[in-house]
């Protein structure tokens, strides 16, 4: 994978259940808008409030209503849920499986490595690493992520740490074989010139037109323009990740028009200033 990829939103109705309808739409949205992969059941999925069936479900819907590669994510605290999901997921029409590091119980990096391989060992679908440790607590230091490189079937990672210096030891540990990806907006341009593949950002959910644009400014060759309009784009991205979360990301969308739904329980609707800080910063991004 490469280019920018958006963790997809899990459109909820009222009563909680997934709206696929819903679903269908904001998928062939964000492609529509430009991005150039599409990743259901990560974090800005909602993925830790659904049943495994629900996130079959929910990738076979995303999957058929694209034609982008779809990273799906897979990963569960245990090994043998996350071989079923993944199993689920290849079934279902993912071409690569996202595998958040276990959580919960405190591993070293050598349980960590252990539980990759023997996930890869067995998967239908090529792996990519996810290290998101402020949800998870969890680091997968580029040392490991160099020597899981060297695994055939372990393709790339996503590294939400928000490090730079980190990703570019990843970049370095890994070589040049491997995909690393960007979780964190505010630092896309930055992290495509410390040689990052590409990113998967919540700003695509809201911004899909203006976080592929990113990607495409840089690649034609305009790394300080694609720097410009990242910078336009980091309070935006504060606001809907660090401030307020997955009810203003979907607020946001919303405000464009675009069918995200409701968050799913323990999730709150936002507060009405959230709302409004989120529409503010939404209107002036797309005024730029």
């Known amino acids: 994978m490469e280019g920018t990829g958006v963790p997809l939103v899990t459109p909820f109705d009222e009563s909680g259940e997934v709206d696929e309808a819903a679903l269908r739409e904001v998928a062939a949205w964000v492609v529509d808008q430009g991005v150039d992969f599409v990743v259901p059941c ?5 993925s830790e409030l659904m049943t495994t069936a629900e996130r079959a479900r ?3 819907v995303v999957a058929d209503a694209v034609s982008v590669p779809v990273l799906a994510g897979t990963g569960h605290p245990s090994l043998a849920a996350t071989r079923e999901q993944t199993d689920r997921a290849a079934a279902a029409g993912a071409d690569a499986a996202l595998v958040v590091t276990p959580f919960y119980f405190d591993h070293d990096q050598a349980t960590l490595a252990a539980y990759y391989r023997e996930l890869a060992d067995e998967s239908d679908l090529p792996v990519y690493l996810y290290s ?16 899981l490189a060297d695994h055939d079937n372990v393709v790339g990672l996503k590294d939400s740490a928000g490090d730079l210096v980190r990703l570019q030891r990843e970049r370095r540990f890994a070589g ?10 505010s630092l896309f341009a930055p992290a495509l ?11 695509a959910n809201v911004v899909p037109d203006l976080a592929s644009e ?14 410009a309009l990242n910078a336009d784009l980091v309070e935006l991205n504060r606001a809907i990740t660090s401030r307020h979360g997955v009810p203003a990301v979907k607020a946001a969308m919303r405000h464009r028009g675009v069918p995200a739904g409701h968050a799913r329980s323990p999730h709150r609707p936002p507060e009405a200033d959230a709302v409004d800080e989120v529409r503010s910063l939404l209107e002036a991004a797309l005024d730029r």
């Open 58 to 60: 929910v990738t076979e």
């Open 193 to 203: 010139d410390a040689g990052a593949d590409g990113g998967i950002l919540a700003l």
């Open 42 to 46: 990560g974090s800005n999925g909602e």
């Open 176 to 185: 040049g074989d491997f995909d690393v990806l960007v979780g964190a907006g």
């Open 214 to 227: 990113i990607h495409r400014l840089h690649r034609a060759g305009e790394p300080a323009a694609a720097r």
């Open 132 to 147: 998101v440790p402020q949800m998870t607590g969890t680091h997968l230091d580029p040392e490991t992520v160099g020597e």
